[in-house]
Protein backbone atom coordinates (compact mmCIF):
# COMPACT_ATOMS: atom_id res chain seq x y z
CA UNK A 1 0.00 0.00 0.00
CA UNK A 2 1.25 3.34 -1.05
CA UNK A 3 2.21 5.71 1.76
CA UNK A 4 0.74 9.08 2.59
CA UNK A 5 3.17 12.05 1.54
CA UNK A 6 3.55 15.23 3.64
CA UNK A 7 5.02 17.96 2.28
CA UNK A 8 6.53 20.69 3.83
CA UNK A 9 6.22 24.25 2.96
CA UNK A 10 8.70 26.51 3.99
CA UNK A 11 10.35 29.82 1.89
CA UNK A 12 14.33 30.10 0.70
CA UNK A 13 15.84 32.55 2.85
CA UNK A 14 18.12 33.62 -0.14
CA UNK A 15 19.37 33.15 -3.14
CA UNK A 16 21.54 30.31 -2.36
CA UNK A 17 18.98 28.19 -1.24
CA UNK A 18 19.30 28.97 2.28
CA UNK A 19 16.78 27.00 4.56
CA UNK A 20 15.97 28.33 8.26
CA UNK A 21 14.81 24.86 9.79
CA UNK A 22 16.60 22.53 7.61
CA UNK A 23 17.96 20.25 10.38
CA UNK A 24 14.07 20.34 11.89
CA UNK A 25 13.07 18.86 8.43
CA UNK A 26 15.87 16.04 8.58
CA UNK A 27 14.57 14.86 12.34
CA UNK A 28 11.10 15.01 10.70
CA UNK A 29 11.94 12.85 7.69
CA UNK A 30 13.51 10.22 10.24
CA UNK A 31 10.38 10.26 12.28
CA UNK A 32 8.05 10.29 9.24
CA UNK A 33 9.34 7.11 7.62
CA UNK A 34 9.13 5.29 11.19
CA UNK A 35 5.55 6.40 11.28
CA UNK A 36 4.57 5.29 7.65
CA UNK A 37 4.70 8.80 6.44
CA UNK A 38 7.02 9.83 3.68
CA UNK A 39 8.18 13.57 4.15
CA UNK A 40 9.89 15.84 1.60
CA UNK A 41 9.87 20.01 1.60
CA UNK A 42 9.71 22.74 -0.59
CA UNK A 43 8.89 26.22 -1.87
CA UNK A 44 6.26 28.13 -3.91
CA UNK A 45 9.67 28.46 -6.10
CA UNK A 46 10.01 25.06 -6.66
CA UNK A 47 6.66 24.11 -8.11
CA UNK A 48 5.34 23.84 -11.50
CA UNK A 49 1.62 25.54 -12.33
CA UNK A 50 1.62 24.35 -15.42
CA UNK A 51 1.97 20.42 -14.37
CA UNK A 52 0.96 20.91 -11.15
CA UNK A 53 4.74 18.97 -10.04
CA UNK A 54 7.04 19.76 -7.27
CA UNK A 55 10.96 20.09 -8.09
CA UNK A 56 10.81 19.08 -4.33
CA UNK A 57 13.83 18.67 -1.88
CA UNK A 58 14.06 14.79 -0.07
CA UNK A 59 16.55 14.26 2.77
CA UNK A 60 18.08 10.63 2.97
CA UNK A 61 18.83 9.58 6.56
CA UNK A 62 20.24 6.80 5.69
CA UNK A 63 22.98 8.76 3.65
CA UNK A 64 22.18 12.18 5.48
CA UNK A 65 22.40 13.56 2.41
CA UNK A 66 19.87 15.57 0.33
CA UNK A 67 18.22 15.22 -3.15
CA UNK A 68 16.43 17.16 -5.46
CA UNK A 69 13.28 15.32 -8.48
CA UNK A 70 10.29 16.26 -9.58
CA UNK A 71 7.37 14.83 -8.08
CA UNK A 72 3.50 14.73 -7.70
CA UNK A 73 1.53 17.33 -4.76
CA UNK A 74 1.80 15.72 -1.28
CA UNK A 75 -1.79 14.55 0.41
CA UNK A 76 -1.21 17.32 2.81
CA UNK A 77 0.75 20.40 3.55
CA UNK A 78 2.13 21.19 6.48
CA UNK A 79 3.35 25.47 5.99
CA UNK A 80 6.19 26.17 7.92
CA UNK A 81 6.72 29.79 6.08
CA UNK A 82 7.32 32.72 8.14
CA UNK A 83 6.64 36.29 6.98
CA UNK A 84 9.62 37.85 4.16
CA UNK A 85 9.69 41.38 3.08
CA UNK A 86 11.03 39.88 -0.31
CA UNK A 87 9.11 38.89 -3.27
CA UNK A 88 9.37 35.00 -2.46
CA UNK A 89 6.71 35.87 0.18
CA UNK A 90 4.46 36.88 -3.05
CA UNK A 91 5.42 33.81 -4.64
CA UNK A 92 3.96 32.37 -1.12
CA UNK A 93 1.23 34.24 -1.35
CA UNK A 94 0.20 33.68 -5.12
CA UNK A 95 0.77 29.30 -3.92
CA UNK A 96 -1.71 29.61 -1.43
CA UNK A 97 -3.98 31.26 -3.33
CA UNK A 98 -3.82 28.86 -6.23
CA UNK A 99 -3.99 25.79 -4.03
CA UNK A 100 -6.20 26.72 -1.40
CA UNK A 101 -8.57 23.53 -2.13
CA UNK A 102 -5.90 21.11 -0.88
CA UNK A 103 -5.04 19.63 2.56
CA UNK A 104 -3.62 22.45 4.91
CA UNK A 105 -2.63 21.40 7.99
CA UNK A 106 -2.48 24.81 9.20
CA UNK A 107 -3.92 27.96 7.61
CA UNK A 108 -2.63 31.38 8.16
CA UNK A 109 -3.14 32.90 11.24
CA UNK A 110 -3.59 36.74 11.07
CA UNK A 111 -1.18 39.70 12.60
CA UNK A 112 -0.63 40.44 16.51
CA UNK A 113 -3.50 43.17 16.47
CA UNK A 114 -5.88 41.28 14.48
CA UNK A 115 -5.43 38.15 16.47
CA UNK A 116 -5.88 40.37 19.62
CA UNK A 117 -8.94 42.16 18.34
CA UNK A 118 -10.19 38.06 17.99
CA UNK A 119 -9.75 37.40 21.51
CA UNK A 120 -10.97 40.54 22.64
CA UNK A 121 -14.20 39.59 21.88
CA UNK A 122 -14.01 36.05 23.67
CA UNK A 123 -15.10 36.83 27.22
CA UNK A 124 -13.05 34.50 28.95
CA UNK A 125 -9.76 35.56 27.52
CA UNK A 126 -10.20 39.10 27.42
CA UNK A 127 -8.92 39.00 30.70
CA UNK A 128 -5.59 37.60 29.91
CA UNK A 129 -4.75 40.21 27.49
CA UNK A 130 -2.66 43.33 28.16
CA UNK A 131 -3.94 46.65 27.03
CA UNK A 132 -3.56 46.82 23.28
CA UNK A 133 -3.92 49.64 21.18
CA UNK A 134 -3.03 49.85 17.04
CA UNK A 135 -0.82 53.26 16.62
CA UNK A 136 -2.22 55.84 14.30
CA UNK A 137 0.13 58.36 15.31
CA UNK A 138 2.57 59.28 18.06
CA UNK A 139 -0.17 60.90 20.14
CA UNK A 140 -1.41 57.07 20.56
CA UNK A 141 1.96 56.32 22.02
CA UNK A 142 1.47 58.96 24.69
CA UNK A 143 -2.27 58.15 25.70
CA UNK A 144 -1.23 54.65 26.81
CA UNK A 145 2.00 55.89 28.35
CA UNK A 146 0.04 58.26 30.50
CA UNK A 147 -2.00 55.16 31.61
CA UNK A 148 0.41 52.53 31.83
CA UNK A 149 4.17 53.42 33.70
CA UNK A 150 5.53 50.43 30.95
CA UNK A 151 4.72 49.93 27.47
CA UNK A 152 5.84 48.04 24.82
CA UNK A 153 6.01 48.95 20.90
CA UNK A 154 5.62 46.16 18.55
CA UNK A 155 5.56 46.22 14.55
CA UNK A 156 2.24 44.10 13.93
CA UNK A 157 4.01 40.94 11.56
CA UNK A 158 7.58 41.30 13.98
CA UNK A 159 9.11 37.96 14.47
CA UNK A 160 12.24 36.97 16.70
CA UNK A 161 11.77 40.62 18.95
CA UNK A 162 12.84 42.38 15.91
CA UNK A 163 11.74 46.10 16.05
CA UNK A 164 10.94 46.49 19.55
CA UNK A 165 10.67 48.87 21.84
CA UNK A 166 10.28 49.59 25.71
CA UNK A 167 8.70 52.71 27.12
CA UNK A 168 9.09 52.97 31.28
CA UNK A 169 7.83 56.15 32.49
CA UNK A 170 9.64 57.04 35.74
CA UNK A 171 8.49 58.62 38.86
CA UNK A 172 9.89 61.93 38.06
CA UNK A 173 7.88 61.81 34.49
CA UNK A 174 11.55 60.83 31.94
CA UNK A 175 10.74 57.71 30.17
CA UNK A 176 13.47 55.15 29.39
CA UNK A 177 13.55 53.99 25.87
CA UNK A 178 15.63 50.63 24.98
CA UNK A 179 14.75 48.22 22.66
CA UNK A 180 16.23 46.35 19.52
CA UNK A 181 16.48 47.43 15.99
CA UNK A 182 14.90 45.45 12.93
CA UNK A 183 18.05 43.08 13.08
CA UNK A 184 17.85 42.12 16.66
CA UNK A 185 20.14 44.50 17.52
CA UNK A 186 20.09 46.34 21.22
CA UNK A 187 19.39 49.53 20.70
CA UNK A 188 21.79 51.56 23.89
CA UNK A 189 19.28 53.12 26.52
CA UNK A 190 18.28 56.52 26.63
CA UNK A 191 16.28 58.90 28.94
CA UNK A 192 13.78 61.65 27.15
CA UNK A 193 11.28 63.75 28.66
CA UNK A 194 7.66 63.55 27.50
CA UNK A 195 7.92 66.03 25.29
CA UNK A 196 10.77 64.54 23.35
CA UNK A 197 9.26 61.56 22.88
CA UNK A 198 7.19 62.26 19.07
CA UNK A 199 10.28 63.44 17.74
CA UNK A 200 12.27 60.24 19.23
CA UNK A 201 9.56 58.31 17.35
CA UNK A 202 9.27 59.86 14.44
CA UNK A 203 12.28 58.54 12.27
CA UNK A 204 10.78 54.71 13.52
CA UNK A 205 7.45 55.49 11.30
CA UNK A 206 5.33 53.76 13.64
CA UNK A 207 2.09 54.31 11.60
CA UNK A 208 4.00 52.89 8.16
CA UNK A 209 5.88 50.26 9.50
CA UNK A 210 2.19 48.93 11.14
CA UNK A 211 2.85 48.91 15.29
CA UNK A 212 1.07 47.99 17.80
CA UNK A 213 0.89 49.17 21.94
CA UNK A 214 1.18 47.38 23.94
CA UNK A 215 0.79 47.34 28.42
CA UNK A 216 3.72 46.31 29.46
CA UNK A 217 4.08 43.96 32.50
CA UNK A 218 6.79 44.05 34.74
CA UNK A 219 8.68 40.73 34.55
CA UNK A 220 12.43 41.56 35.16
CA UNK A 221 14.17 38.96 37.44
CA UNK A 222 16.69 39.49 40.06
CA UNK A 223 19.43 39.43 37.70
CA UNK A 224 17.95 42.21 35.82
CA UNK A 225 16.70 40.43 33.15
CA UNK A 226 13.47 39.59 31.33
CA UNK A 227 11.99 36.34 31.52
CA UNK A 228 8.37 34.73 30.21
CA UNK A 229 7.03 31.30 29.08
CA UNK A 230 6.73 29.61 25.77
CA UNK A 231 3.75 27.11 25.40
CA UNK A 232 3.54 25.05 22.75
CA UNK A 233 0.19 23.42 22.14
CA UNK A 234 -0.34 20.95 19.34
CA UNK A 235 -2.96 18.52 17.79
CA UNK A 236 -2.19 14.96 18.69
CA UNK A 237 -2.22 11.57 17.22
CA UNK A 238 -6.28 11.79 17.45
CA UNK A 239 -6.19 14.97 16.81
CA UNK A 240 -7.45 17.00 20.01
CA UNK A 241 -5.26 19.80 21.23
CA UNK A 242 -3.25 19.02 23.84
CA UNK A 243 0.38 20.86 25.47
CA UNK A 244 2.93 19.19 24.78
CA UNK A 245 5.28 21.61 26.72
CA UNK A 246 6.16 25.01 28.48
CA UNK A 247 9.34 26.29 28.92
CA UNK A 248 10.88 29.68 30.64
CA UNK A 249 12.81 31.99 28.40
CA UNK A 250 15.31 34.72 29.90
CA UNK A 251 16.67 37.10 27.64
CA UNK A 252 19.79 38.67 27.40
CA UNK A 253 21.89 40.91 29.49
CA UNK A 254 20.28 45.05 28.23
CA UNK A 255 17.51 43.14 26.10
CA UNK A 256 14.29 44.12 26.39
CA UNK A 257 12.92 40.39 25.03
CA UNK A 258 13.71 36.69 25.98
CA UNK A 259 13.98 35.54 22.52
CA UNK A 260 16.31 33.24 22.43
CA UNK A 261 18.11 34.22 18.52
CA UNK A 262 18.31 37.78 21.02
CA UNK A 263 20.75 35.97 22.90
CA UNK A 264 18.38 34.52 25.67
CA UNK A 265 18.65 31.33 27.17
CA UNK A 266 15.86 28.82 28.38
CA UNK A 267 14.84 27.12 31.78
CA UNK A 268 12.43 24.67 33.04
CA UNK A 269 9.28 26.47 33.39
CA UNK A 270 8.76 25.18 36.97
CA UNK A 271 12.46 25.95 37.60
CA UNK A 272 11.86 29.22 36.88
CA UNK A 273 8.55 29.86 38.37
CA UNK A 274 9.50 28.60 41.97
CA UNK A 275 12.41 31.28 41.58
CA UNK A 276 9.66 33.71 40.41
CA UNK A 277 6.64 33.56 42.73
CA UNK A 278 8.43 31.07 45.55
CA UNK A 279 5.18 29.38 46.19
CA UNK A 280 5.22 25.89 45.66
CA UNK A 281 1.54 25.78 45.36
CA UNK A 282 0.89 28.81 43.41
CA UNK A 283 3.34 27.52 40.80
CA UNK A 284 0.79 24.29 40.05
CA UNK A 285 -1.93 26.53 40.05
CA UNK A 286 -0.09 28.51 37.52
CA UNK A 287 0.64 25.93 35.36
CA UNK A 288 -2.83 24.27 35.25
CA UNK A 289 -4.32 27.62 34.52
CA UNK A 290 -1.88 27.99 31.48
CA UNK A 291 -2.09 25.10 30.41
CA UNK A 292 -6.06 25.37 30.13
CA UNK A 293 -5.81 28.46 28.79
CA UNK A 294 -3.55 27.33 26.33
CA UNK A 295 -5.77 24.35 24.91
CA UNK A 296 -8.84 27.13 24.94
CA UNK A 297 -6.86 29.83 22.93
CA UNK A 298 -5.93 27.10 20.25
CA UNK A 299 -9.61 25.80 19.84
CA UNK A 300 -11.12 29.19 19.54
CA UNK A 301 -8.28 30.72 17.14
CA UNK A 302 -9.50 27.69 15.05
CA UNK A 303 -12.89 28.12 14.83
CA UNK A 304 -12.28 31.70 13.39
CA UNK A 305 -9.00 30.64 10.89
CA UNK A 306 -9.79 27.05 10.12
CA UNK A 307 -7.81 24.20 10.39
CA UNK A 308 -4.42 24.74 12.95
CA UNK A 309 -2.49 21.95 14.01
CA UNK A 310 -0.07 23.92 16.54
CA UNK A 311 0.04 27.28 18.47
CA UNK A 312 3.36 28.51 20.15
CA UNK A 313 1.46 30.99 23.19
CA UNK A 314 4.20 33.64 24.61
CA UNK A 315 3.20 34.25 28.62
CA UNK A 316 4.07 36.61 31.41
CA UNK A 317 3.05 35.70 34.90
CA UNK A 318 3.07 38.53 36.94
CA UNK A 319 4.35 38.33 41.01
CA UNK A 320 0.65 37.49 41.77
CA UNK A 321 0.43 34.72 39.49
CA UNK A 322 -1.49 36.48 37.20
CA UNK A 323 -0.99 34.81 33.37
CA UNK A 324 -0.88 37.32 30.41
CA UNK A 325 -0.82 36.08 26.59
CA UNK A 326 2.18 38.45 24.78
CA UNK A 327 1.12 36.93 21.84
CA UNK A 328 0.28 33.92 19.43
CA UNK A 329 3.30 32.43 17.21
CA UNK A 330 1.28 30.06 14.20
CA UNK A 331 5.03 28.81 13.11
CA UNK A 332 6.85 28.14 16.46
CA UNK A 333 10.23 27.19 16.69
CA UNK A 334 11.12 24.31 19.24
CA UNK A 335 14.85 24.79 20.23
CA UNK A 336 13.36 26.36 23.33
CA UNK A 337 12.68 22.59 24.92
CA UNK A 338 16.14 21.55 23.85
CA UNK A 339 18.34 24.45 25.77
CA UNK A 340 16.06 23.59 28.26
CA UNK A 341 17.25 20.33 28.78
CA UNK A 342 13.81 18.49 28.02
CA UNK A 343 14.69 16.19 25.41
CA UNK A 344 11.67 13.87 25.37
CA UNK A 345 9.38 17.49 25.13
CA UNK A 346 11.67 18.05 22.03
CA UNK A 347 11.07 15.17 20.80
CA UNK A 348 7.56 15.18 20.81
CA UNK A 349 7.62 18.83 19.78
CA UNK A 350 8.55 17.59 16.42
CA UNK A 351 6.40 14.22 15.62
CA UNK A 352 3.45 15.68 16.73
CA UNK A 353 2.46 17.00 13.65
CA UNK A 354 3.57 14.17 11.66
CA UNK A 355 0.96 12.27 14.02
CA UNK A 356 -1.73 14.55 13.34
CA UNK A 357 -1.29 14.20 9.43
CA UNK A 358 -1.73 11.01 9.57
CA UNK A 359 -4.54 10.90 11.66
CA UNK A 360 -6.34 13.93 9.14
CA UNK A 361 -5.08 11.33 6.31
CA UNK A 362 -7.28 8.15 7.90
CA UNK A 363 -9.68 10.21 8.65
CA UNK A 364 -10.10 11.51 4.87
CA UNK A 365 -9.75 7.87 3.93
CA UNK A 366 -13.04 6.62 6.46
CA UNK A 367 -15.13 9.45 5.21
CA UNK A 368 -14.83 8.75 1.30
CA UNK A 369 -15.11 5.31 2.48
CA UNK A 370 -18.74 5.92 4.04
CA UNK A 371 -19.40 7.92 0.91
CA UNK A 372 -18.56 5.69 -1.64
CA UNK A 373 -20.70 3.05 0.36
CA UNK A 374 -23.79 5.08 0.30
CA UNK A 375 -23.49 6.31 -3.12
CA UNK A 376 -22.68 2.29 -3.80
CA UNK A 377 -26.13 1.97 -1.38
CA UNK A 378 -28.17 4.91 -3.50
CA UNK A 379 -27.45 3.00 -6.58
CA UNK A 380 -28.64 -0.41 -5.64
CA UNK A 381 -31.90 0.98 -4.33
CA UNK A 382 -32.79 3.29 -7.28
CA UNK A 383 -32.54 -0.58 -10.13
CA UNK A 384 -34.80 -2.21 -7.20
CA UNK A 385 -37.67 -2.66 -9.27
CA UNK A 386 -40.76 -0.91 -7.94
CA UNK A 387 -43.72 -3.90 -6.72
CA UNK A 388 -46.69 -2.71 -5.98
CA UNK A 389 -49.53 -5.02 -5.12
CA UNK A 390 -53.44 -4.88 -7.36
Not at 35 to 49: E, H, M, Q, S
Not at 248 to 269: D, E, P
Request: proline share 4%; aromatic share 8%.
Amino acid sequence: MTQPVLGILTLYLNEAGLLEERSIYQKMTSAGQKLGLNVFVFTPKDVNYIQNKIHALFYHPESKTWSRKWTSFPNMIYDRCRIQRTYRFDQLKKFRSRYSHLTFLNRPLRNKWTVHRVLSKDSQYKGYLPATRYIENNEDVSEMIRKYPLVYLKPVNGTGGRGILRIERRRDGQLHIQGRDQSRKIIRPREISAAALSSYLAPWNLKGNRYIAQQGIQIKLASGRVHDYRMLVQKNSEGAWEVTGCAGRIGAAGSITSNLHGGGHAATMSALLKEWLREESKVTQVKEEAEKLGVGIAAYLELEYGRLCELALDLAIDRKGGIWLLEVNPKPAREVFAQAGEKDVYRKAIIRPLEYALWLHNQKKRRKSKEKQAAVSDTRTDKEPNLELD
